[in-house]
């Protein structure tokens, strides 16, 4: 079955940067990858599940939410099964734990890129932490 593997959190200082990656792995990853949106999503401490980016498969469609306010950046690698989030410019109010998730869906302007029931399957997670 598909796996996702979310790395790369940790602790920072405000202001400071993370890349976060999303290892992709399952019985036909070498085809099958590109045929995912890879969002990201995060979740604070008593807080609900927030959406944060989405990038189309292979037709490089990207969405942000508007509270990253340009300070973040989705990419993916699909010959290395990878997704990332570069995250720039961080604040407190950024820690959170980091999700990354996979939608088998038909990419277009309709689609409900924010709701986590739009995609498939989830990773584990993986803190950010910002200190102030």
């Known amino acids: 079955q598909v796996q996702l593997v979310e790395s790369g959190g940790g602790l920072v200082q405000a202001g400071g940067s993370l890349r976060l990656s999303c290892a992709y792995s399952?019985?036909?990853?070498?085809?099958?990858?590109?045929?995912?949106?890879m969002g990201w999503f995060r979740q604070a401490p008593g807080k609900e599940r927030e959406f944060v980016s989405v990038i189309s498969g292979s037709v490089g469609g990207i969405y942000y939410a508007d509270s990253v306010n340009g300070r973040f950046a989705t990419s993916r690698d699909n010959a290395k099964n990878t997704a990332y989030l570069r995250v720039n410019g961080l604040n407190p109010e950024d820690t959170a734990v980091y999700y990354c998730?996979?939608?088998?869906?038909?990419?277009?302007?309709?689609?409900?890129?924010?709701?986590?029931?739009?995609?498939?399957?989830w990773g584990q997670g993986t803190q950010v932490t910002v200190s102030s």
């Open positions: 998730a996979a939608a088998l869906r038909t990419w277009g302007p309709s689609e409900p890129y924010s709701d986590p029931q739009w995609y498939n399957y």
């Open positions: 399952g019985p036909y990853s070498g085809r099958t990858f590109s045929n995912y949106a």
